[in-house]
């Protein structure tokens, strides 16, 4: 009976909940910077009567809202920020609606279930390592469940993204003009092109688990001037924490090549503390199954079940200290995929309407059933 009462909840508030993702899509903040979507993702909670504290452990853009006082602590992530230059194109705005949802549906029943519900607004997934930095400063601890959901085009029920680093990637030379002088020059463009054509070159003797990708997002200054500067961005992928750990160093000398090359000084700083591999309880992955097949979602088999849910994450740490799942929700967007415009214009609309009610009732039906079966157990 419980489990109807909390889908009536949930349907009873999606029109706030469909309004809160419009207006996060409509306004997306990057990494560290999303200031609004951390008040208003705080203020639908509050509405719903979590108490909610923000800048939790001392970060602008986090916060902890809870309710209930039972024994079995559940942890919901809401994510919100937004990729440079192409808004939510993750759908971010989704995970977050979602996460209310869920939460806001079980409160008033979390004294009877037996649960607290701990919803952790964290900030800077896409890049930044929100999650890892908070889980230094000690939340998350002692969950007995973490979980969300993250739109992508088809539903897949197990994450198994990579680890990955990412790194800030510049190299030092020295400007000449490029007619008149250009032996006086260090050329910091060049070392760059040595270091990408090498990569290319390592990509044969790597894994076929890793994958190293990048931009350069500062590339020089005139045509005419021998660039003294360049910087990227770059990503490291592989199977776990450890695949990663042996592989970068092969990436690095690709990078320390181009400054051997040309004369430049290199500088690699770390952007954030790598995501880690994901580990899911099987329980609960086998019971958000369930219940998203009742609600009639259809989970993708073959090829392209095997894509987004390699999607790096920092979830994965978090699930490394703690029993979690981090499920993917279609909306039907193919061909438009995760991280492109298109699919960023599919994050509203009525596919994407469904998947926060359908992800918020299976979330939230999802915890009903772990925490029983715990009380069960015992």
Sequence with gaps: MVKQVVADAVAGRHDRLVALSERLHAHPETAWEERDAARWVGAALAEA???????????????LA?????????????EYDALPGLGHACGHNLIAATSVGAAAA????????????EVYGTPAEEGGGGKIELLDRGAFAGLDLAMMAHPAPVDVAEARPFAVSHSHVSYHGKAAHAAAYPEQGVNAADAFTVAQVAIGLLRQQLPNTVRVHGVVTRGGEAPNAIP???????YVRAESLAELAEV????????EAGALATGCELEIVPESQPYAEFRAD?????????????LGRRFAT????????????DMGNVSQVVPAIHPYVGIDSLPALNHQKEFAAQCVGAAAERAIRDAATALAWTAIDVVSARGADR
């Design 49 to 63: 009567g979590f108490d909610v504290a923000t800048e939790y452990l001392g970060f602008e853009t986090a916060f």
């Design 282 to 294: 099987e329980a609960a992955l086998a019971a958000y199954r369930r219940n998203a097949e009742a």
């Design 248 to 255: 970068e160093p092969s990436v690095r000398r690709c990078f």
């Design 66 to 78: 809870t309710a209930g006082s039972g024994p079995f602590r559940l942890g919901i992530c809401a």
């Design 106 to 117: 079980l409160a008033p029943y979390a004294d009877e279930l037996g649960l607290r519900i």
């Design 302 to 313: 073959g090829g392209m079940a095997a894509r987004m849910n390699r999607a790096s994450t």
């Design 228 to 234: 003294e500067r360049t910087e990227g961005r770059w």
